[in-house]
Structure formats: C-alpha cells, structure tokens
C-alpha cells in the first residue's frame, strides 16, 4: 500500500460513507452561511476599491473608455520600449490596432527562451476581486496559456467594467470554473528574503499594468447590480 493509499483512506474513514456525491457528507457538514461580502458599495464604490488595492500591491492602474483603449495600449508599450508582444489567440483585434509592434502569438511549442524574447504581454481576464486587489485568469482565448504571463517582464492586462469586477473572493468563486487553469495575481510577482527586502520579477512579470475599461463589453456591464 502507498503512502498515498494511507492518506486517502484516512480521510474516506474521517468523512464517513458517503451519500450519493463523492464528499456530499462533508459539504453537509460544513456551515457556509458566513458573509461574502464586507458593506455595501456601490458598483462604482467597488471598482475604485479594487483600483486602490491593485496599487496598493504595485500594480500601475490605469482608467478609459472602450474608444480609448487601442491608444492607451500603444502608449504603455511604446513607453516599455516593447517591440515584441505576445498576443493570446482571442485577444480582441481592436484592442492592438494603434500599437507600434510585432504580434507572437501564444504557439503551443513556443520555448521559454522564445517566449523571453517578447518584451511584453498583454491579455484580458476572467475577474478582478476588489477586496483583495486581485486579477483571476483561467486560460480563455484572450488570456492565452499560464505560461504567457509569467515569462515576459511586462503584462498589461485589461478588466471590463463592471462586468468583470467582483466584491470578494467568495463571490469570484462562484463565477468561476474550476475545472479551468486559475491563476490569481495580486500585483507583479514578488518575494522576500528573512529580513523582507523585496525582490520583483523572480517568477512572473516585474512590472503589471492593469487597464479598467468601462464599454469594452456592454454584454457583461450588468452581471453585477452591487459589489
């Protein structure tokens, strides 16, 4: 028997014959009746919410409409100097249309080293939660493969407002699929050493730009009535 034989029926005998589901006792006997959410913001209260918080992790928060879009993308890559952007398959084209730069697009066997040579990144998302300061992609056309936003030393990534803006994490949860690929991001990657000197860029993207763009997707602007 495996180690992992041991640890699995130790767990199966502490949840007890299961009814029906798999872990359908366990979910039964967990209470879920706690807050999802802290006060009551309006949508436009939770969309500067998540604003301060991005920036509170250092991300670069940036404010347009959706007609603004296109010239305040070229602007933040030409200011990086980008000359090279990796591009997800579903990537609105609109949304490149005044940038100075070449296109790569996200190739399944596109090497680390290949991906390296792209000076940035720039991709949509599934959610933003506005409690934590957080943008939540989960491997859709426009956000492209995981590894697209961890290789390059700059991603841009642009939220839909409101649509796409979530109180909390409980409620991004429920939004969410988890059977997708989940990467959460709170500001660009970071560590510290034991005496916290902050060390940017060690496994993702040194710089992170975030786009809050209101009109880019009237389909979604009213999935959310409150934060």
Not at 34 to 59: F, I, K, M
């Given at each position: ?32 009746g ?26 670069l ?66 959610l933003?939660?506005a ?47 988890p ?13 510290s ?21 209101e009109?880019a ?11």
């Open positions: 028997m495996s180690s992992r034989d041991i640890v699995l029926g130790r767990i199966a005998r502490a949840l007890g014959p299961a009814l029906g589901k798999p872990y359908d006792a366990y979910e039964a006997a967990v209470d879920r706690y807050a999802d959410r802290h006060g009551d913001l309006t949508v436009e209260q939770t969309v500067d919410l998540l604003a301060e918080n991005l920036a509170d992790y250092r991300a928060v940036h404010r347009t409409e959706a007609t603004g879009l296109p010239e305040l993308l070229a602007r933040l890559l030409a200011a990086r100097g980008a000359r090279a952007v990796l591009v997800p398959p579903g990537l609105p084209p609109g949304w490149l249309a005044a940038a100075d730069a070449v296109r790569v697009p996200d190739l399944a066997g596109s090497t680390p080293a290949e991906l390296d040579r792209a000076d940035s990144v720039v991709t949509g998302c599934a933003a939660v409690e934590t300061g957080t943008i939540v992609l989960d491997g859709s056309p426009d956000q492209g493969r995981r590894r697209i936003t961890l290789v390059p030393d700059h991603h841009v990534c642009v939220v839909r407002v409101p649509g796409q803006v979530v109180s909390s994490v409980p409620r991004a949860l429920r939004r969410l699929d059977l997708r690929p989940l990467t959460w991001i709170s500001g660009p990657s970071a560590t050493d034991i005496e916290l000197d902050r060390v940017e860029g060690v496994h993702g993207p040194r710089t992170l730009e975030v786009v809050l763009v009109g997707d009237r389909a979604c602007a009213g999935t959310i009535t409150r934060g």
